[in-house]
């Protein structure tokens, strides 16, 4: 029955039919939802779909690909362009830690993170997902270095983990409810650094000596 139902809307072969999708990918959240990731499985998500295991699976090759698609639908966090890098960075965490603690995107990748721990093919996953998003939260480091913000030789992509470290540091402890004095705090740190000022000075007057000597 499952199989005539899904052949009912149209399989259009391994291009995903954009009806059938919606419904697989509806499936799987409520089934994340109500069972969490222990209790989450592909043959859960075809009944509640009502679609046949092998369409999800020449879509998706494994619960960890579908659930990371479930995780992006669910993800609306924006870059924030403020001209300011401070702000911008203040603006993404105030930004994504609504998001996580106001809709499911947060207990989904609470649970993708958990999974990577002891399997390897979710830990791959992760890491290509991470990698994108850096290089994407690394667009506001670009932006601030061309405004002068920011010097040239700073590596955008390691900035935005540091950031990134921060947020799932916090997803993972339930504290998603921080202050924005706390966040803009952090944010400070990494961007203007934590040595004291007169110590800053110190050292560049040091660099300097050692490039005239």
């Not at 995780?71 to 609306?76: D, P």
């Not at 740190?189 to 300097?208: D, F, L, N």
Request: proline share 3%; charged share 30%.
């Amino acid at each position: 029955m499952a199989e005539d139902a899904d052949r009912a809307r149209k399989s259009i072969g391994a291009r995903r039919n954009p009806d059938s999708a919606d419904a697989i990918l509806d499936a799987a959240e409520a089934v994340l939802v109500e069972a969490g990731y222990s209790g989450f499985s592909i043959e859960a998500v075809a009944r509640r779909a009502r679609a046949g295991k092998p369409t999800i699976y020449r879509w998706w090759p494994s619960k960890a690909a579908l659930l990371f698609d479930v995780y992006q639908r669910l993800k609306r966090v924006e870059n924030p362009d403020t001209g300011n890098l401070e702000d911008d960075l203040v603006g993404f965490l105030k930004n994504l830690f609504s998001h996580w603690h106001e809709t499911s995107s947060g207990s989904v990748f609470r649970s993708l993170i958990a999974e990577a721990q002891s399997d390897a093919t979710v830990a791959a996953v992760l890491v290509e997902y991470t990698k994108g998003r850096h290089a994407h939260t690394g667009q506001m480091i670009e932006r601030a270095k061309a405004r002068g913000e920011v010097a040239a030789d700073v590596d955008a992509t390691l900035v935005a983990d540091l950031v990134a470290s921060f947020a799932w540091t916090h997803l993972l402890t339930n504290r998603l409810d921080e202050d924005e004095a706390t966040l803009r705090n952090a944010v400070r740190y990494v961007v203007q650094g934590i040595a004291p000022p007169e110590h800053a000075a110190i050292r560049r007057r040091s660099k300097r000596r050692r490039i005239v000597g």
